[in-house]
């Protein structure tokens, strides 16, 4: 009798475990989206409102308005460890407002990732891991004298490139927006509450233009059009790289020792960006390919 029920018990246990390994990872997340429910309720509602749609109780109150948590368009975009950045060490950590305060030490890094995960179940249009950007975790590249970043404006907010580089369809430079063409949004948008926008609002209103730091750059005895480029339809990322994924433009690029020595040794590594060999060799490739006719002689690089 006894052998009996301890057998059925363990029938029953061998099921149950089963069960449990089967949808293990299904009730991990679901129990992770539990545990991030009750850190939003009580540590973010306020100001996301309870269903997140941004119109918490301190939410009139604020210059900056709280993020809409359920849109989608605008969150998707973003990886896992950028949400983590942003709660944890807050909006100033990636230029947006220090109005949306960091969590650290507050919430663990396991309540971080809890609430995340309930964040995502209430996007709108719903979230897919793949399509997020690959942001990168650490910012290469110089610092610029104000925060813009090519993340939030490209990537989440999906301005195009060319409303912003307006003449590389029709010049030879592509061209970095003006005070004024920034004011054109941020006159209203953040316009308060956020020290980076603060910082535009100063060249602005000093009448002054903002000193980027100039990232890709040939020598002055090359002359490179954008208009023909952009006209025959090579996207700004084959060359530039997936710039809507930056918080900070940077680029490896011209001559490497690197390169040299594998030429050297006769290994045919691929050209590095801006170096004459890769001018070179995708004229020849898209000659061959798509028919076009993308000079080979030197003049109409040297002149
Ligand atoms: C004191 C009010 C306040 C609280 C509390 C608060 N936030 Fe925010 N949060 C903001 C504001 C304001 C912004 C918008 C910042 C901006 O646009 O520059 C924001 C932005 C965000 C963003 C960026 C989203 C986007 O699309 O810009 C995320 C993610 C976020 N909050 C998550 C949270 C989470 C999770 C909590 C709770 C742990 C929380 N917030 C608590 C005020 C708050
Ligand atoms: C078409 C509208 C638009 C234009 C043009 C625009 N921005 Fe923005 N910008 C936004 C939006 C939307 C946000 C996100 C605001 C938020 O969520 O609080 C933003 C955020 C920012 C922020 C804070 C987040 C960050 O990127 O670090 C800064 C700083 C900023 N913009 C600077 C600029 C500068 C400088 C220019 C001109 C070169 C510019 N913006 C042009 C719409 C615009
Ligand atoms: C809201 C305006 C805005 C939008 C949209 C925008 N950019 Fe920019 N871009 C800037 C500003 C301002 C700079 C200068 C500061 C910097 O380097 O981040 C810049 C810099 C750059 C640079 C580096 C220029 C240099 O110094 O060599 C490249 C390349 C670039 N953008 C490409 C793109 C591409 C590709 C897109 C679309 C995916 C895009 N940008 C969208 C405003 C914008
Ligand atoms: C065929 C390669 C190629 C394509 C396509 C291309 N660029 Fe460029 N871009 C360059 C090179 C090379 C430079 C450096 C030019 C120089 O120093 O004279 C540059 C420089 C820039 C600069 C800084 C200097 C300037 O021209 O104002 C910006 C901004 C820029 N590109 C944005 C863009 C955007 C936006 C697109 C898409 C609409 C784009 N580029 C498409 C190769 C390219
Ligand atoms: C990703 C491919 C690609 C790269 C990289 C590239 N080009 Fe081109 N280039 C083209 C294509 C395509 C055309 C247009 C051919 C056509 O219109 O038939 C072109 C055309 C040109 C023209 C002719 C413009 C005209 O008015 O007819 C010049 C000059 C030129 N490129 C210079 C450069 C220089 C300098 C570099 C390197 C700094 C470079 N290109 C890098 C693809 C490229
Ligand atoms: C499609 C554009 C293009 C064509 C065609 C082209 N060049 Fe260049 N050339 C470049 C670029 C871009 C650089 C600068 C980048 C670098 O140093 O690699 C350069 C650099 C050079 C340099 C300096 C190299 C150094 O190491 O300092 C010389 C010399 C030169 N080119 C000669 C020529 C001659 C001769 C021809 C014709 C046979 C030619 N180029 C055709 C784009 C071109």
Not at 218 to 245: D, M, W
Not at 248 to 263: H, I, P, W
């Amino acid at each position: 009798m006894i052998a009996h029920t301890s057998c059925k018990w363990a029938g029953l246990t061998v099921l149950l475990l089963t069960a449990a390994s089967t949808s293990n990872s299904t009730t991990r997340i679901d129990l992770s989206v539990e545990r991030g429910q009750r850190v939003y309720l009580t540590q973010c509602a306020a100001c996301h409102g309870p269903a997140g749609k941004g119109d918490g109780s301190a939410a009139p109150h604020m210059p900056v308005a709280p993020s809409d948590l359920t849109d989608g368009r605008t969150l998707n975009p973003w990886p896992d460890h950028f949400l983590a950045k942003i709660i944890g060490e807050g909006g100033g950590a990636v230029g947006l407002s220090p109005l949306m305060p960091g969590w650290k030490p507050f919430l663990s890094s396991r309540e971080i990732q809890d609430v995340i995960a309930y964040i995502r179940g209430l996007a709108e249009p719903p979230f897919n891991p793949e399509e997020t950007l690959p942001v990168p975790t650490i910012r290469n590249g110089p610092e610029q004298p104000i925060f813009f970043s090519h993340a939030i404006h490209a990537g989440s907010f999906k301005i195009d490139c060319q409303y912003c580089h307006a003449s590389a369809r029709r010049s030879s430079t592509a061209g970095i927006p003006s005070v004024q063409q920034c004011m054109g949004c941020h006159r209203i948008v953040a316009a308060r509450g956020n020290p980076e926008v603060q910082k535009l609002h100063g060249y602005f209103e000093r009448k002054e233009s903002i000193p980027w730091v100039r990232i890709f750059k040939l020598p002055e005895y090359v002359s490179f059009p954008h208009k023909a480029h952009v006209r025959a339809n090579v996207r700004c990322q084959t060359c530039h790289g997936r710039i809507e994924a930056l918080e900070r433009v940077y680029a490896e690029t011209g001559q490497s020792l690197a390169n040299d020595l594998l030429n050297l040794i006769g290994m045919r590594p691929s050209p590095r960006k801006l170096t004459m060999g890769w001018c070179v060799e995708c004229h020849r490739t898209m000659n061959e390919v798509r028919r076009t006719s993308a000079p080979l002689d030197c003049i109409a690089c040297h002149h």
